[in-house]
T-cell receptor, first 111, second 118 residues
């Protein structure tokens, strides 16, 4: 089962770009990389998913190098409301029950 | 915007009492998950249903926990008898898995039931 490693915590300031890197050295060929965001007293919320290269949506960008052993979630111009825990997960299509949720990265955005 | 609904949001009970948590998955989703979240362990998978059939409950203490899906609109997680170590936030999530899928279907989580057992 693919396991991920990401920083425990990060600090940033409003308006800055935040990059959270996740390592997944034993990612399998069929695995996708998915990021979730969790606010206090809420369940995790899907942010973005990718397989290779770069994916961008209205919330974030996901950069995946050719070897796919790591990925970087990029949050442009963060605001206070982006303060949350961010989880990086890898898993194959249709097999969400095998996802291993670590403790995530606690991002604190300061004014 | 469709949501997963969980009730109750908070539950305080005494050790030994039965606790029932309920979840209404998103209409049309064919997979349901129960997770437990604590500060120390993070999110742990307790049970997994696909098309209402329980496919994986290996993460659940069998002697006291049980999970069911009596119909497509309701999933339940019961603890009997409850113990202080069961205190945690319990999340239900649903998703859509297709036979031929080109991507990993994201999970949609409810806002959880915060359980405190004294």
């Amino acid at each position: 089962l693919a396991k991920t490693t990401q920083p425990i915590s990060m600090d940033s300031y409003e308006g800055q770009e935040v990059n959270i890197t996740c390592s997944h050295n034993n990612i399998a060929t069929n695995d996708y990389i998915t990021w979730y965001q969790q606010f206090p007293s809420q369940g995790p919320r899907f942010i973005i998913q990718g397989y290779k290269t770069k994916v961008t949506n209205e919330v974030a960008s996901l950069f995946i190098p050719a070897d796919r052993k790591s990925s970087t979630l990029s949050l442009p111009r963060v605001s206070l409301s982006d303060t949350a825990v961010y989880y990086c997960l890898v898993g194959d299509a249709g097999n969400n029950r095998k996802l291993i949720w670590g403790l995530g990265t606690s991002l604190a955005v300061n004014p | 915007d469709a949501r997963v609904t969980q009730t109750p949001r908070h539950k305080v009970t005494e050790m030994g009492q039965e606790v029932t948590m309920r979840c209404q998955p998103i209409l049309g989703h064919n997979t349901v998950f129960w997770y437990r979240q604590t500060m120390m362990q993070g999110l742990e998978l307790l049970a997994y249903f696909r098309n209402r059939a329980p496919l994986d409950d290996s993460g659940m203490p069998k002697d006291r926990f049980s999970a069911e899906m009596p119909d497509a609109t309701l999933a339940t997680l019961k603890i009997q008898p409850s113990e202080p170590r069961d205190s945690a936030v319990y999340f239900c999530a649903s998703g859509l898995v297709q036979r031929i899928s080109s991507y990993n279907s994201p999970l949609h989580f409810g806002n959880g039931t915060r359980l405190t057992v004294t």
